[in-house]
């Protein structure tokens, strides 16, 4: 059963916490709505902090492997996933536009609009979900032989 904090972000990072563990991804139901062949573990991470110039962060750690569906041969293929994203919390959208222009001009990093309490389950969900490609494909010329071939257009 996947444990689903929700905690006010601000005093999260502020307290330097950290939210950790296991899960199947099976039990992320948007993970398995978008992704139906994958199955197995997924470790996950949140930690709080503030960093050096006293922003409150968020920091989210996603390992697993997937299993997508090749758009070339409709074969199933392994994704390894690694992904580690920051975070900075801002309380509305003026914060948020300021953040965006001085903080995260990084593709690792975002800015998150965190009024109230953040769903930290939905927040790991929300990473895999874009760390997705577009159109999963196995690499050229390497989709196994015999599979059936769509024509892409
Ligand atoms: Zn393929």
């Keep these: 059963m ?72 409709l074969g199933n293929m392994q994704w390894p996933l690694k992904l580690r994203r ?16 001085e903080a995260a001009p990084s593709p690792d990093a975002e800015v998150l609009v965190a009024g109230g309490v953040v769903d930290l389950a939905a927040l790991v969900e929300d990473e895999v979900l874009l760390g997705l490609p577009l159109i999963p494909r196995h690499e050229e010329g390497q989709c196994p032989a015999g599979a059936p071939v769509t024509d892409l257009n």
Excluded at 23 to 46: C, H, K, N, T
Excluded at 86 to 101: I, P, S, T, V
């Design 2 to 73: 996947l444990q689903r904090p929700s905690v006010d972000g601000f005093r999260f990072a502020q307290a330097s916490q950290t939210w950790r563990g296991t899960a199947d991804i099976r039990d992320y139901a948007r993970l398995a709505e978008a992704l139906p062949e994958s199955r197995g573990p997924i470790m996950y991470q949140v930690r709080g902090f503030v960093d050096s110039e006293w922003r409150p962060c968020l920091e989210v750690e996603v390992e697993t492997a997937l299993t997508l569906v090749c758009q070339r041969c």
């Design 86 to 101: 920051r975070l900075y919390l801002a309380h509305g959208e003026d914060e948020a536009e300021r953040l965006e222009a």
